[in-house]
């Protein structure tokens, strides 16, 4: 069972890696298409704080290609993916006992004598 639990893991973190990399080489492929069309401050722009480049494939769809579909698509996997994680950190199961911090739970109770 512990190793179904690394592999699965190691599954979701190369999916996870592989659509953040979408999602950028997306914006990358927007920023160039920002600098080929003469726009250098959306290029700029979209270059140094890479989201940007989303906002710039959404109003010239046609200019970005297929950059804009590596965003939106890497965009969307990513966003499920960290929702589906967000949910599933509700579902577990919270301790009753011990309602002090963290370390206070991690800690061995100390010995009554």
């Known amino acids: 069972m512990e190793i179904l639990l690394i592999v699965v893991t190691c599954l979701v973190g190369l999916l996870f890696s592989a659509a953040v990399a979408m999602f950028y080489v997306g914006c990358l492929g927007a920023t160039m298409a920002a600098f ?3 726009r250098i401050v959306w290029g ?3 270059f ?3 989201p940007l480049a ?3 494939g959404i109003r010239n769809k046609e200019q970005v290609g ?3 579909a590596f965003m939106t698509k890497g965009g969307a996997a990513v966003a499920v ?3 589906l994680a ?3 950190l509700h579902l577990l199961p919270v301790s009753h006992y011990g309602q002090g ?3 206070e739970r991690l800690l061995p109770q100390p010995e009554q004598q």
């Open 86 to 88: 967000w949910g599933g």
């Open 81 to 83: 993916m960290l929702l």
């Open 44 to 46: 700029s722009l979209s």
């Open 66 to 68: 297929w950059s804009y």
């Open 48 to 50: 140094f704080v890479p």
């Open 101 to 103: 911090d963290l370390m």
């Open 54 to 56: 989303l906002l710039y």
């Open 36 to 38: 080929n069309n003469g």
